[in-house]
């Protein structure tokens, strides 16, 4: 077929947007292997995550605009390729076999940060990414427990710690290197130390998301998390009540002090379900969490629900989104997760505009 047609087909790729980067496929690149062939269209669009919620429809879109062209068969293929959203000007180097570090945090204990973390973590990697979770509240390393790994970490032929594996994630803890009930009592100096030991001298392999589950309020660890990786972006865990949302309001500005930008907020202990009536009560108040985000103008991430086995998967080492993955309180998660991933692809899209010299692009609340 002559050039002009595949000219053709491309300007009407166009007019297929990714709703998140509010550009076209085809000016992003992700229109790929265009190849036409007696009236057949053929290529492949390479999407910056695999947690994409509307990559069905945008495949449709794709298809029905190439077939108004007059091409009767028109096959797509839907790929994806996490971008790095680390910015090089940080100064800190990027973190071997890792694309994109991400912090989960809070401002007081008790919100379910690891859980959230943990089942975070499980989501994105059933949605096919490649994810690591890192321990890092060393005073209450609680994600083994989680996880179900009772293991000691060894070391390869470069010396380096390699993470154990469980459901498919790669697993770096403190609590890998003691007794259950063994207290961790260190000062400032000593817990750098582990933080940069297990991010610079662990052999991650090939991760598109690390996911880090940080400790309780802000200290130590926070800091030395930004002095030592580029993080991509932080989020923060809150509850619906009035004391657990000032705490979250002082964990934004301290991400923000430390120049680490929180990709959103995720509300926990939302609401209540009753499994025999589905009557929904907000036991702890209703909206907080999203008001936070948008009084602090960063995006908000979801709602999870109170719901009991959320508590036993952790209790067991069998996390929801393993035990429960069709259960309502599953998909809130997997929805957190795609929105976690689409502002990552955001952060990423930036990073390009910028080495490029074009304008930033708008989050998307």
């Known amino acids: ?42 290529f492949t669009i390479e999407l910056t995550t695999p947690a994409c ?90 994600v083994p427990i989680m996880l179900g790994i009772t293991t000691q970490l060894t070391t390869n032929e470069q010396r380096q710690i390699v993470p154990a594996e469980k459901y498919g994630l790669q697993v770096i803890s403190i609590g890998f290197l003691t007794n259950d009930d063994a207290p961790i009592i260190w000062r400032g100096p000593m817990l750098h130390g582990a933080i940069q030991q297990f991010f610079k001298e662990v052999a991650w392999k090939d991760l598109d998301y690390l996911i880090i589950d940080m400790p309780p309020g802000t200290g130590d660890v926070a800091l030395s998390l930004s002095q030592t990786v580029p993080v991509v972006g932080s989020i923060v865990v809150t509850t619906p009540q009035q004391v657990a949302l000032a705490d979250s309001r002082r964990a934004v500005r301290m991400y923000q002090k430390l120049s680490i930008p929180t990709l959103g ?36 991430l979801g709602r999870l629900p109170i719901y009991q086995p959320i508590r036993e998967g952790s209790d067991n080492g069998v996390p929801l989104v393993v035990a429960e993955p069709a259960s309502v309180a ?21 990073a390009i505009d910028a080495n490029k010299g074009k304008i930033p692009l708008i989050p998307v609340r």
Do not use: W
């Open 53 to 142: 919620p509307v990559k069905d429809q945008m495949r449709d879109q794709a298809v029905a605009a190439v077939r108004a062209l007059g091409i009767a068969t028109v096959d797509v293929q839907m790929t994806a390729k996490v971008r790095s959203a680390s910015a090089p000007e940080t100064g800190r180097p990027p973190l071997p076999g890792v694309k994109n570090v991400i912090a989960v945090g809070a401002g007081k204990g008790g919100v379910g940060k690891t859980t959230v973390a943990v089942n975070l973590a499980l989501a994105l990697a059933r949605c096919g990414s490649r994810v690591g979770i890192l321990d890092g509240d060393i005073y209450g390393p609680n």
């Open 265 to 300: 907020v995720v509300e926990n202990m939302s609401y209540y379900a009753c499994p025999n009536c589905h009557h929904e009560s907000d036991i702890f108040g209703h909206g907080g969490g999203e008001g936070l985000a948008t009084d602090m103008g960063v995006p908000f």
């Open 1 to 42: 077929m002559p050039a002009l047609d595949r000219d053709a087909v491309l300007n009407a790729l166009r007019t297929v947007i990714d709703p998140d980067l509010r550009r076209d496929i085809v000016a992003l690149g992700f229109v790929k292997d265009l190849t036409l062939d007696d009236g057949r269209a053929a």
């Open 330 to 350: 599953a998909r809130a998660f997997l929805t957190v997760a795609e929105r976690t991933a689409a502002q990552v692809s955001i952060a990423a899209q930036k």
